[in-house]
């Protein structure tokens, strides 16, 4: 599973070196079908408001995306994680710093921030130029996220009025690939039927195919209530079963509660609670990075079989851009 991953994530590293990154980008190979847009991939889409960095942070079991009001991922962040071997230290390693470790994640928190500013300037627009992460640990799976700025529905101060259509339009240009999975991230605290998320793949995948549902705040859902009935797929329904999580509340945030405890809790809630007890053994960020790691595997082994229909053309990418260091990722 480690190798057939690694695989799709050096391939995607290549493309975005050969400014191919699907057509939210200006590829100078956009008149031709792109490798990028041929790769299997995670995409994690969700409302500003939704819980989705934490969900990501939840998955890592790391506190390194960039915080703060209104839209704060501002270009594509592709994220890869790698399980190593027990006793190693967590590192992190940008694509775009290729010699550079970071073991301290504060730094990988501000360097994102610092890459965004860079390309996207100090007035919050966005680009569509991926960021490469890589993380290796032995507390996480095999696995492959791609991260998109958070879907809004208004411009704050200093953006620009088009940045509402901007974000639906870099958000719909990844979700609309058939090897693409959707990570609907929607808070349990808010009407489904006003999901973001929801309402956007259920446009671009009508039948719930490569949607996965994620229900985040089951905690802060109002006394007497509870969402059994989305989880169990009975309110909105889904080809694949709805995954609840419980996220560190902002308090939790302020007051540095690790992820451990957080991980810890999360489990506590769903194996005590009399609502959702007997759904626990699928709830949960640790399954579902579980279940995701095992579904882009299974995308990966049939989608590098087409992709080998294009090894023609990455051999021409080859030769006509022998840099070296592009060589060397491929």
Known sequence: ????????????????????????????????????????????????SSGKSS?????????FLPRGSGIVTRRPLVLQLHKTEPRVEDYAEFLHLPKQ??????????????????MTGTNRRISPVPI??????????????????????????????????????????????????I????????????SDAIKLSKEVDPLGERTFGVLTKLDLMDKGTNAVDIL????????????GIV????????????????RQREHEFFATSLDYSHLAGRMGSEYLAK?????????SLGCLMKCSLLFPKIFQFRVQFSFGRILHVI
């Open 1 to 48: 599973m480690e190798s057939l991953i690694g695989l799709v994530n050096r391939l995607q590293n290549a493309c975005t070196l050969l400014g191919d990154y699907g057509s939210a980008g200006d590829s100078v190979f956009s008149s031709v079908p792109t490798l990028w847009e041929s790769l299997p991939s995670v995409v994690v889409v969700g409302g500003q």
């Open 55 to 63: 969900v990501l942070e939840s998955i890592v079991g790391r506190d």
């Open 101 to 118: 470790r970071f073991t301290d994640f504060s730094m990988v928190r501000k360097e994102i921030q610092d890459e965004t500013d860079k």
């Open 132 to 181: 490469h992460l890589t993380i290796y640990s032995p507390n996480v799976v095999n696995l492959t996220l791609i991260d998109l700025p958070g879907l809004t529905k208004v411009a704050i101060e200093g953006q620009p009025e088009a940045i509402v259509r901007d974000i639906e339009s870099m958000v719909r240009s990844y979700i609309l690939k058939p090897n693409c999975i």
């Open 183 to 194: 990570l609907a991230i929607t808070p349990a605290n808010q009407d489904i039927a006003t």
């Open 232 to 243: 169990e797929g009975r309110a909105y329904q889904l080809r694949h079963p709805w995954v």
């Open 247 to 262: 996220n560190r509340s902002q308090a939790d945030i302020n007051n540095k509660v690790d992820m451990v405890a957080a």
């Open 291 to 299: 279940l995701l790691s095992k579904v882009l595997f299974f995308l």
